[in-house]
């Protein structure tokens, strides 16, 4: 691969804000990687909308990073990696990674008793995204799934260490402290921000998986089994656009991300769509 080809950006879409924390993930074991970030707060969420409309708005959010000349896509989306996910790989020449395949190995990976909790939105549970994964890795392997929907308004608000917090975790997260999994899957973007409160309800015996850490680590072996890492030696920039700015927009990614950023630009959904 030529040095212009290796200096384009990493492309990372979700339907709205939760991705960001993948992108922390990314920084964390590629720092010197330039990204380029859509989230389409607009259409935010994907998860009440049917299959064959995530994986149209999952295309044109690939063409849009395409635009941007990326080398690679992160789709940052747990319901599009589960829908759409095998249609983007197949239309799109370059390299597209989804969170769920990454986050589901490792959990078989780290399971010693080989029961396995997944937490998540509604649609990620109700699709049985991450256990139909773990399952045919290991059939073996009991999965107790258990959607909290409200975890995702709790991280946007900031509330991480709050008494309430704590209190719908303990709520939501009983049935698995039950079950005596050993092992717990973050299947949803937004819920690292909430892993302290989280880990306390579960105990010091459970390991949580961060399908994000999970997922950079295969970015970046996919980057360096295609040669594709860049030739830049600063810390690489990130670049954020969003279909909608909604209220907080800026301030709950600072959360996110753990650091400032620049101002995100707004895309006309429209003209990305023609």
Known sequence: ???????????????????????????????????????????????????STVIEYSIQDTNFLLHKNVKLVVVACNTASSIALPEL????????????????????????????GVI????????????????????????????CPLFVPLAEE????????????KEYLKELTSHRIDTLVLGCTHYPILADVIQEVMGNKVTL??????TAEVVKSE??????????????????FVSDIPTKFQEVAELFLGKKINKPIKVDLEEMIS
């Open 209 to 214: 998986i961060d399908s994000g850490i999970a």
């Open 120 to 147: 998540g939105t509604r649609a990620t549970i109700t699709n049985q995204a991450y256990s139909k994964v773990i399952k045919k890795i290991n059939n073996k392997i009991e999965v107790v799934e258990k959607a």
């Open 89 to 116: 790989q197949r239309k799109f020449n370059i390299p597209v990674i989804g969170v769920i395949f990454p986050g589901a190995e490792m959990a078989v990976d780290e399971t010693k008793n080989m029961k396995i």
């Open 223 to 240: 980057i360096h089994k295609r040669g594709l890492e860049t030739r830049h030696k600063n810390h690489g920039n990130l670049d954020v």
């Open 1 to 51: 691969m030529n040095k212009l080809y290796n200096d384009r950006p990493i492309g990372v879409f979700d339907s709205g804000i939760g991705g960001l924390t993948v992108v922390k993930r990314l920084f964390s074991v590629l720092p010197n990687e330039h990204i380029v970030y859509f989230g389409d707060t607009a259409r935010v969420p994907y998860g009440s909308k049917s299959n």
């Open 158 to 169: 900031g509330w991480t260490h709050h008494r309430a917090t704590y209190e719908i975790a």
